[in-house]
C-alpha cells in the first residue's frame, strides 16, 4: 500500500484560512499542535485523494489510527503525534474524532439538516479546538464556547467551498433541507454563478453560523493563558470577516476567502481587540478584589 506521505498534498499549516500554531502560541506548545495538524492534515489528504477509491482510503486511515494507538509501527505523522500525546500524557481521542469525521467524508456525501451537520463538526472541527485546550491545561468547562466557534469556521469554509466540494468530490455539505425550502437543487451548486435560491439558501446558512459566532462570544476572554487567547481573538475576527464576506457576495462566482491583506487586518485587529478584553477583565477584577 502507498505510503501516507506519498499521498500529501502539499498542503501545510501556513496554507490554512487560520493560524496553527503560530508565534502567539508559547514555543512549548506549538510542537504538539504541529504534531496533530500533520496528523490531520494527511488524513484529511487521504479522505480527499482523487484517484483513491472508497476503500483505499478507509484502509489508509486505519492505518493512521493504528499507528497512533501503537498497535503497529505506522506512518511518520502517527508516530510523531503518539509520543507527543505521550509526553504529555494526553489521550488520542481527538485525533480519533477527526478520523470519524474523514471516514464520514469517503462514506457520507449528503446531510439532511442543520443537525446533521453540527453532528459532523462534532468530530471535524470542535476536536481541533479541544486538543489546542487541551494541551494548554484549560479547563473542560469552557469547551462550549469553543465547539461554537469551531463549527462555525468549519460552516464557513463548507460555504466558501461548496462549488468545489460538489464538482470535484461529489461532497455537499449544505443542508438539503436548506436547500429544499429555498427552492434551490443540488446540482445548482455545480453552475458559475449561483441562482436567486441557491443564493438564498447559502445566506440563510450564513445568518445560522453567524448565531454559532454569537454563542462564542467571549471565549478568548474565558481562556487563561494569555498568548492562546489572543490566537483565539485572531481566529474570532477572521471568522467575522470571512462570514461578511459570504453574506455580502456568491460564493460561486466571487471571491469570499480574505485577501493576505486582509488577513494580516484581522490579525492586528484580533491581537487589539484581545489585549484590549484582558485590560478591562483585569481592571474589572482588580476593582472586584477592592470592593470585596
Known amino acids: 500500500m502507498t505510503g501516507a506521505a506519498e499521498l500529501r498534498s502539499g498542503k501545510g499549516h501556513r496554507d490554512?484560512?487560520?493560524?496553527?500554531?503560530?508565534?502567539?502560541?508559547?514555543?512549548?506548545?506549538?510542537?504538539?499542535?504541529?504534531?496533530?495538524?500533520?496528523?490531520?492534515?494527511?488524513?484529511?489528504?487521504?479522505a480527499d485523494h482523487p484517484t483513491l477509491d472508497a476503500g483505499e482510503k478507509l484502509a489508509h486511515l486505519d492505518?493512521?489510527?493504528?499507528?497512533?494507538?501503537?498497535?503497529?509501527?505506522?506512518?511518520?505523522?502517527?508516530?510523531?503525534?503518539?509520543?507527543?500525546?505521550?509526553?504529555?500524557r494526553l489521550p488520542p481521542r481527538h485525533a480519533q474524532d477527526l478520523l470519524t469525521a474523514f471516514r464520514m467524508d469517503v462514506?457520507?456525501?449528503?446531510?439532511?439538516n442543520w443537525d446533521e451537520l453540527i453532528e459532523y463538526c462534532s468530530y471535524s472541527a470542535m476536536p481541533v479546538g479541544r486538543f489546542v485546550l487541551d494541551v494548554h491545561g484549560e479547563p473542560h468547562s469552557i469547551w462550549p464556547a469553543n465547539d461554537a466557534l469551531c463549527a462555525a469556521l468549519q460552516i464557513n469554509n463548507h460555504i466558501q467551498d461548496c462549488h468545489a466540494d460538489y464538482t470535484r468530490l461529489d461532497r455537499v455539505y449544505v443542508p438539503l433541507d436548506a436547500l429544499t425550502d429555498a427552492g434551490a437543487k443540488v446540482e445548482e451548486l455545480g453552475a458559475p454563478q449561483s441562482s436567486p435560491a441557491l443564493l438564498r439558501?447559502?445566506?440563510?446558512?450564513?445568518?445560522?453560523t453567524d448565531a454559532l459566532l454569537q454563542e462564542s462570544r467571549g471565549f478568548a476572554a474565558m481562556i487563561g493563558d494569555f498568548r492562546l487567547s489572543l490566537e483565539v481573538a485572531v481566529i474570532t475576527t477572521l471568522a467575522q470577516r470571512i462570514l461578511g464576506l459570504i453574506k455580502t457576495r456568491d460564493p460561486l462566482s466571487e471571491n469570499v476567502h480574505l485577501?493576505?491583506?486582509?488577513?494580516?487586518?484581522?490579525?492586528?485587529?484580533?491581537?487589539?481587540?484581545?489585549?484590549?478584553?484582558?485590560?478591562?477583565?483585569?481592571?474589572?477584577?482588580?476593582?472586584?478584589?477592592?470592593?470585596?
Open 16 to 46: 490554512e484560512n487560520f493560524p496553527v500554531a503560530s508565534l502567539l502560541i508559547n514555543a512549548k506548545h506549538r510542537g504538539p499542535i504541529l504534531a496533530f495538524y500533520e496528523f490531520v492534515r494527511t488524513a484529511d489528504d487521504i
Open 63 to 88: 492505518a493512521l489510527e493504528a499507528g497512533l494507538l501503537g498497535r503497529i509501527e505506522g506512518e511518520v505523522v502517527a508516530r510523531r503525534l503518539r509520543l507527543s500525546l505521550e509526553d504529555r
Open 107 to 112: 462514506t457520507k456525501r449528503r446531510y439532511r
Open 201 to 208: 439558501c447559502l445566506k440563510a446558512l450564513a445568518h445560522r
Open 259 to 292: 485577501t493576505k491583506i486582509g488577513v494580516m487586518g484581522g490579525t492586528l485587529a484580533g491581537v487589539a481587540a484581545g489585549s484590549f478584553a484582558r485590560l478591562v477583565g483585569g481592571r474589572l477584577a482588580v476593582r472586584r478584589s477592592k470592593d470585596a
